[in-house]
């Protein structure tokens, strides 16, 4: 009966809204998944097996939430990708099938390093204070990349053409393998391709909205690939609380995105780099007085 | 005669060079998909022993090892499928 308390179900749930928030703002899941259970004194670590198999929940909620949210244009970027294929060539003007090759060449490097490296970085930086150290760091990036941004292009193009316009094929591998530091706790995937994609000359708006697409493959298709954790003997015990979870991280993240795309229609990453900031900050001094 | 030569030489090479970087990236896309398999039916003490991920006795099979394989051996295929397709004129919508 020891399996039947690894993750009780108020924990599981305050875990799952948590993750909803954090995966599509760019403050990182995986790091708040690491603090939060360490400043609560809860007695999770993140490379218990069932706590991966639990996250593998979480993260399966949210892609299916992204994809979701985004489903009339990965509608349209699929069947761009689909003509392209067919006419053995990206037409210029089609944006769809530019913009689903770009999301392409930009989730192979996040692929590759993520399941090569994934293992050894989640074990090397596993602690609560490697994660707070990161997470100032992450904030410091999003600082960064606000302060050398290039000013986007007023258009009254839509949203996908200015996305295909101002993204080069290099441009979107760089970004895309950018997510790969989301693989270290206290880093964010949203943060490092929305901040590469103001780099690259979008708007806060437009640098949302590629990330999530970018994002959407890569959360999924990690989810799916530990789907048999969770499912096997190391889910055990966590099945019941990991799906109260899922409900709550999917529920937290549409309303986060929902959120998020219209925040930045005005606004920037700066608060969320505060906020990273302060919690990276606050965290390493609670943890060193503690 | 000789400046025929050499615009000859100068349009050639691009194509020569284009040439190969398809049949590579073909070959490179087959030998990539025929690893993933490797990757997936042998153990890791069984792979051969310049392979990333061998472990002499180990018997884990290098699931992922596979597939990042087959996601760069795609990526390879489907440049070339892009590259050996229609030539389009510059002008053309």
Request: aromatic share 8%; hydrophobic share 55%; net charge positive.
């Amino acid at each position: 009966m020891i399996v039947a308390s690894l993750i009780s179900y108020p924990r599981a749930i305050v875990l799952g809204l948590v993750q909803g928030v954090a995966e599509p703002f760019p403050i990182s899941s995986l790091g708040h998944a690491v603090i939060l259970p360490r400043v609560l004194g809860w007695n999770i670590h993140q490379n218990d097996p069932y706590f991966v198999a639990f996250l593998v929940a979480t993260h399966l909620a949210t892609a299916l939430v992204l994809f979701a949210f985004f489903r009339r244009d990965w509608v349209r970027i699929i069947k761009g990708i689909g003509r392209s294929l067919r006419d053995r060539g990206i037409d210029p003007n089609d944006s769809d099938a530019t913009l689903g090759w770009l999301l392409v060449i930009g989730t192979i490097p996040a692929g590759i390093l993520g399941l090569l490296l994934e293992d050894k970085l989640r074990s090397v930086f596993a602690s609560a204070s490697s994660a707070a150290a990161f997470l100032i760091a992450n904030g410091l990036l999003l600082l960064g990349a606000e302060q050398l941004r290039r000013r986007a292009p007023q258009t009254e193009a839509d949203d996908d053409v200015r996305i295909a316009r101002q993204v080069g094929w290099a441009q979107a591998f760089i970004v895309g393998a950018a997510q790969a530091l989301a693989l270290i706790p206290g880093f964010s995937r949203a943060g490092a391709t929305m901040g590469g994609s103001l780099l690259v000359g979008l708007s806060n708006r437009d640098a949302a909205r590629f990330a999530f697409l970018l994002a959407t493959p890569i959360i999924g298709a990690a989810a799916l690939l530990k789907l048999p954790d969770l499912l096997g003997s190391e889910g055990n015990g966590v099945r019941g609380p990991a799906l109260a979870a899922s409900f709550c991280a999917a529920a937290t993240s549409y309303l986060a995105v929902r959120f998020l795309m219209r925040f930045f229609e005005t606004r920037t990453l700066v608060p969320f780099a505060l906020y990273c900031l302060g919690a990276g900050v606050g965290t390493s001094i609670y943890l060193a007085v503690s | 005669m000789a400046g025929r030569t050499d615009l000859g030489a100068t349009m050639l090479e691009p194509m020569r060079s284009d040439r190969l970087l398809v049949v590579a990236a073909g070959l490179a896309g087959i030998v990539l998909i025929v690893l993933a398999i490797v990757y997936w039916v042998e153990p890791a003490g069984s792979l051969p022993s310049f392979f990333p991920g061998y472990q002499a006795h180990s018997t884990h099979v290098h699931v992922k090892h596979g597939l990042a394989a087959l996601l760069v051996g795609l990526a390879c295929l489907v440049f070339v499928w892009f590259r050996t397709g229609p030539k389009r004129s510059p002008s053309a919508g």
